[in-house]
């Protein structure tokens, strides 16, 4: 028996999981990353878009528990069969969410769970995570958007399912404040608090690490150069590896206190040492129009 290969073959895409966790705007992502989108297609009804082009088309399939036939070990036998038939290139995407962050969610837009009508939302949630279990067990990626932004997701659905991963891998180096939460999406995060805080001279306190004093400050530190140092020659050495192995997108996040000076300095340094070793990243810096607080900075050091 002759294979078919990816390329011919329909891409499928099942996107399913909790509702409030982020079904509909992966949806809407995939939808301008080229792919044709459908969401609660009725289950009986698949069987009549699958299988029926040949030419490489991508379509993605959203359901969820309102979705009219909605049984997972229906769902998950007919998935096998496709496999074993070759047909088609199939994948199933389960997007999750803490039960805490889902009633928030439902809790701020007034909305009534499908499964808790007239209910508290916590059941709905409860007996919705029991119903999807077997669905989720069985998905090839889990994505947990539990601390994310709707960029955060949009960003990680398009890293996973683009169409056509950009020739050169795209670097990204970002700072943050740990006291305003860690990126989520970040594959690399560097703790830069162990240095001497700018915030706690009144000379530096307003400026950040884009200006020059606050960075002479931090290169006054002892041990700044040292572990510099060590973090530029880890990067230089993964990067290339991560491109080996087909990775279209690297996020390298520092992170200080309040994201405004240790952070900011390190992350346009090592953007400029990844420059000179033949990357071209963006840089990018979260907290830095925050507001400089001591509550957020913590107490200075004698």
Partial sequence: MVSKTTNTRQRILLVTGMLGAGKTTALRELEDLGWEAIDNFPIRLLKRLVGREKDGYSLAIGFDCRTRGFVPAKIIEQVKAWVEDGDVA???LFLDSSGHELERRFNETRRRHFLAQDFPVASGIAAERELLAPLRRWADVLIDTSDFTTND????????????????????????????????TADLVFDMRFLDNPHWQKDLREQTGLDAPVGEFIEKSAIFASTFDKISALLLELLPRYADQGKAYVNIAFGCTGGRHRSVYTAEKMAQVLRDGGFSPTVLHRNLGSRAAELVEGTELK
């Fill in 90 to 92: 199939i994948t199933t």
């Fill in 153 to 184: 997701l949009k960003q990680t659905i398009r890293e996973q399912f683009s169409r056509t991963a950009p020739q050169d891998m795209t670097v990204t180096v970002s700072s943050f404040g740990f006291a305003r939460g860690k990126p989520p």
